[in-house]
């Protein structure tokens, strides 16, 4: 009894601290509400495979509305106030969802962040096309946060039981043993902790996203100089032929039509960028 007692304490004491987790929508720009909703819904099943306690999506916004938190969204992916929303749903941990698209181009962004400390435990970034989702990103991300709160799992040790008396003792001649050489005890290399996701990416398009934006500031200029010659005039009559009046007006609007289209590039280069920083 005193070893069955001893072994079931030693279980209680070394099992893990429960985790349960909520996967909160922190910024979404161009992804549909129901395309978050499936990639949270994958990562919530992904955990839950592994024996991770969750809170599903759609209960969570349910709670969330009830106690004045119309949408998690509204905190602007501030961690603080994301962190807040986890706190009423009882969460210790949160996992933060980001999702961006482009044209037929999207970004995606997973953070599983502690409750208590908001200490960042995992982070994960990828894109994917509209026409074809991935179907792997978000079960990567769980099993390696499962990992990161729950560990390796170790078998119990099974309790000692009384053993038999042993057989009288009758002399018996052996041989000598042989000298054994001695075995190099067995190395097991650790498993690295996964790389810090890559940031080259981001501060290229920053990069991308300035030249784009020096181009719209220059083009707007030329265009803007180019059409303050349509409005020069000499005792009421401009200078300009009427084929060179229609030559410089067409000339500004291709400048200005140059300069939004470089601003509107810039702009979503950067808005790529900030998502995947």
């Known amino acids: 009894m005193t070893s069955v007692l001893a072994w079931l304490v030693a279980v209680s004491v070394s099992a893990p601290s429960a985790a349960t987790v909520v996967v909160l929508p922190a910024r979404r720009t161009g992804v549909s509400a129901e395309e978050l909703r499936r990639v949270a819904d994958a990562t919530l099943a992904a955990l839950g495979e592994r024996g991770i306690a969750t809170v599903g999506f759609e209960d969570a916004q349910r709670r969330l509305k009830a106690a004045g938190v119309s949408d998690t969204l509204a ?3 501030r961690p603080p106030c994301l962190l807040s929303a986890a706190t009423r749903l009882g969460a210790t941990h949160a996992v933060l969802l980001s999702g961006l698209q482009v044209d037929a181009d999207r970004a995606w962004v997973l953070e599983a962040l502690a409750v208590e400390t908001g200490a960042s435990l995992l982070k994960r970034d990828w894109t994917d096309a509209a026409a074809s989702p991935s179907t792997t990103a978000t079960a990567d991300f769980a099993a390696q946060l499962a990992t990161a709160l729950v560990g390796p799992s170790a078998a119990p040790t099974p309790v000692a039981t009384p053993a038999s008396p042993p057989p009288p003792l009758v002399p018996v001649a052996t041989p000598p043993a ?6 190099p005890p067995s190395l097991t290399q650790a498993t690295p902790p996964p790389p810090p996701p890559s940031k080259v990416a981001p501060k290229v398009l920053l990069v991308v996203a300035g030249v784009l934006a020096a181009a ?9 100089l180019t059409d303050a010659e349509l409005a020069k005039q000499s005792g009421g009559v401009s200078p300009l032929t009427h084929s060179q009046a229609l030559r410089t007006r067409d000339t500004a609007n291709v400048l200005f039509g140059v300069a939004w289209g470089a601003g509107g590039l810039a702009a979503g280069a950067g808005a790529v960028a900030l998502l995947t920083w």
């Open 75 to 77: 905190c602007g992916g």
């Open 178 to 183: 042989e000298p054994t050489q001695p075995q």
């Open 216 to 224: 719209a500031i220059g083009t707007a200029v030329a265009g803007a």
